[in-house]
């Protein structure tokens, strides 16, 4: 099946810190990819949907000056916190959509794991 | 209303059991439809796809039915293995809507 690599797996930072998240689809490429956001014991969250070559499209309440997306090529988008606090600690999963969107199987990143002190 | 619920569970179901979850969808607009397995502090994983003339991969078996608006997964013969959280997803024009998701626990 379809590759989605995300890196990094796990971040620990300071208060204040920026923490920025790769997600590449390795085999297939993605015009669509999203980032979500899972707090333990919740359910999946989307934050984002992230468009090769425009602007990322936000769900309601999530902050896009906080949390910036690139989608510069159709293998490689980015999610940057910024100034991450404690309260932003949070498993982050980003996940591409497989060619032709007619399929819409969402094939998903490993995760990143983000603590922030 | 939510768009796609599902049961949380847990369901808590001995080794070798058959098991069965649903869920619905609010939305007859909704055009395709998948089952996850997410397992704990893990990314969600295909299981299967899921249609109308419904579809069987080894021991589960996946079906939707349009007309009451629901799918079903049945898990026959469960193992320990099978214990996670499984994700309903149900895909509308361009958005892809998750349930929250049924915790199963398989018992030895």
């Known amino acids: 099946g379809a590759v989605v690599s995300q890196h990094p797996s796990r971040v620990i930072c300071k208060s204040g810190t920026s923490v920025k998240i790769e997600c590449r689809s390795l085999?297939?490429?993605?015009?669509?990819m999203f980032w979500y956001r899972q707090f333990p014991k919740q359910s999946l969250m989307l934050m984002a949907t992230?468009?090769?070559?425009?602007?990322?499209?936000?769900e309601q309440g999530v902050e896009k000056d906080k949390f910036l997306i690139n989608h510069a090529s159709l293998t490689l988008s980015t999610l940057t916190v910024t100034s991450a606090h404690p309260e932003d600690s949070s498993f982050y999963i980003c996940?591409?959509?497989?060619?032709?969107?007619?399929?819409?199987?969402?094939?998903f990143g490993a995760g990143t794991r983000l603590s922030v002190l | 209303r939510k768009e796609v619920e599902q049961d949380p569970g847990p369901f808590n179901v001995p080794e070798g059991a058959t098991v069965a979850f649903n869920c619905t969808y609010s939305?007859?607009?909704?055009?395709?439809f998948f089952w996850y397995r997410q397992d704990c502090r893990k990314e969600p994983k295909l299981l299967m796809s899921?249609?109308?003339s419904g579809n069987e991969d080894g021991r589960f078996t996946a079906q939707l039915n349009r007309a009451s608006q629901y799918i079903s997964l049945l898990i026959r013969d469960s193992k320990l293995s099978d214990s996670a959280t499984y994700l309903c997803?149900?895909?509308?024009?361009?958005?892809?809507?998750f349930g929250k998701g049924t915790r199963l626990h398989i018992l030895p």
């Open positions: 899921v249609y109308s």
């Open positions: 992230s468009n090769e070559g425009s602007k990322a499209t936000y």
């Open positions: 997803v149900v895909n509308r024009d361009d958005k892809i809507i």
């Open positions: 939305n007859s607009a909704s055009q395709s």
């Open positions: 996940s591409a959509r497989d060619l032709p969107e007619a399929k819409n199987i969402q094939y």
């Open positions: 085999d297939f490429q993605a015009t669509t």
